[in-house]
């Protein structure tokens, strides 16, 4: 069954340094899509980064990476010179794209990030 | 480039109601998702509609029903309310066809919805 975990509930880190989120994926589709998504307490779900599991290069979108180890099934987001601006929820989900699929997104459980000043 | 739009923003109803949510889709797109997102928790997968009809429904039940308009906008309506009803509920919108593993989804701010 497909799955999406992510360990870390919670996360700080130092503004200007970098922070990795964990992410870790389940799937016996070889044809799938993994993506972060950042949800202020305002609540909407802001897309930061994509990565198909055929791309050969890992994803890379402004501040953010995607560090993307197929074998081991993990798809950890990279933010570099962290901003206070950083300070939300982050979930990694999971999109399958075998026959049939239509675009049904499998979310994590999140993990909240806060900067320090 | 006008984004996902949903209204209302927030909603208070009462055990046994009936509540519709809309949404209309970011600009150019013509499908639409539905998620629950409980407090604390990951967004869950509700339906998808495309061409005004439900291409995908997840683990809920019938009293959560949907619908979408040639303008490719939805609604969401959810029967006979329970307590459990009340979380965030989020639409996406995305362009259908873009390769089964490319496609993005946008989400709209959400409508807040408490059943008491």
Known sequence: AQKITQTQPGMFVQEKEAVTLDCTYDTSDPSY???WYKQPSSGEMIFLIYQGSYDQQNATE???SLNFQKARKSANLV???SQLGDSAMYFCAMREGGAGNTGKLIFGQGTTLQVKP | DAGVTQSPTHLI???GQ???LRCSPKSGHDTVSWYQQALGQGPQFIFQYYEEEERQRGNFPDRFSGHQFPNYS???NVNALLLGDSALYL???SLWGQGVYQETQYFGPGTRL???
Do not use: M, N, P
């Open chain 2, 18 to 20: 009936q509540v519709t």
């Open chain 2, 91 to 93: 639409c996406a919108s």
């Open chain 2, 13 to 15: 109803k009462t055990r």
């Open chain 1, 62 to 64: 402004g501040r953010y």
């Open chain 2, 114 to 116: 408490l059943v008491l």
């Open chain 2, 74 to 76: 939805s609604e969401l």
């Open chain 1, 33 to 35: 899509g993994l993506f």
């Open chain 1, 79 to 81: 933010i570099s010179a």
